[in-house]
T-cell receptor, first 117, second 118 residues
Framework: DAMVIQNPRYQVTQFGKPVTLSCSQTLNHNVMYWYQQKSSQAPKLLFHYYDKDFNNEADTPDNFQSRRPNTSFCFLDIRSPGLGDAAMYLC????????????????FGPGTRLTVL | AQTVTQSQPEMSVQEAETVTLSCTYDTSESDYYLFWYKQPPSRQMILVIRQEAYKQQNATENRFSVNFQKAAKSFSLKISDSQLGDAAMYFCAYRSAEKETSGSRLTFGEGTQLTVNP
């Protein structure tokens, strides 16, 4: 089945130690998103890639970076994790709008739960 | 900027009964999408139902249906014949359809935690 995959599902890192979270998709979607979700809160968009074009949210800290080496993969890099970065990180994808179509639904991966010690 | 409000932090329903979750939103746009997502304890965000603003007909998906009132900017979710597996956090979300890159953002409500009692 076509899907969005996130690895690892659980990640433990130390304060200040760089960490990378991975997302891959078999949906052949052009747009990929990274959300941060803290306990009992709604997901918050960090950034998204529209094909190769990177779109950063205005309030996303510089500590968060992203890479998209190809259509299928997208990475979230946290350069120096702080205790406040402990959260669930959700990757999502959607289709690109083309003539005669509308992009709409975002499909989410299972998430990576990040713990910072 | 668009906002989405879910005024019910928690709701409960008896198994096999019907429950309605409320959602209101604020926007100046005329073309947009609305979604209900379900997030069980596993934290997987699962699409429940979606509605395109230009469609007057309310969307339905099996036991799930919406009451979309565009003029009132209201988008409630009705779950019929509730099952234990419906227990989850439910998020209402808005997405603009007018501008592709700026419209890619999903704006979520704060969520409603639904408990289903046996």
């Amino acid at each position: 089945d076509a899907m969005v995959i996130q690895n690892p599902r659980y990640q433990v890192t130390q304060f200040g130690k760089p960490v990378t979270l991975s997302c891959s998709q078999t949906l052949n979607h052009n747009v990929m998103y990274w959300y941060q979700q803290k306990s009992s809160q709604a997901p918050k968009l960090l950034f998204h890639y529209y094909d190769k074009d990177f779109n950063n949210e205005a309030d996303t800290p510089d500590n968060f970076q992203s890479r998209r080496p190809n259509t299928s993969f997208c990475f979230l890099d946290i350069r120096s994790p702080g205790l406040g970065d402990a959260a669930m990180y959700l990757c999502a994808t959607s289709r690109k709008r083309t003539s005669g179509t509308r992009t709409d639904t975002q499909y989410f991966g299972p998430g990576t739960r990040l713990t910072v010690l | 900027a668009q906002t989405v409000t879910q005024s019910q932090p928690e709701m409960s329903v008896q198994e096999a009964e019907t429950v309605t979750l409320s959602c209101t939103y604020d926007t100046s746009e005329s073309d947009y999408y609305l979604f209900w997502y379900k997030q069980p304890p596993s934290r997987q965000m699962i699409l429940v139902i979606r509605q395109e603003a230009y469609k007057q007909q309310n969307a339905t998906e099996n036991r799930f249906s919406v009451n979309f009132q565009k003029a009132a900017k209201s988008f409630s979710l009705k779950i019929s014949d509730s099952q234990l597996g419906d227990a989850a956090m439910y998020f209402c979300a808005y997405r603009s359809a007018e501008k592709e890159t700026s419209g890619s953002r999903l704006t979520f409500g704060e969520g409603t935690q639904l408990t289903v009692n046996p």
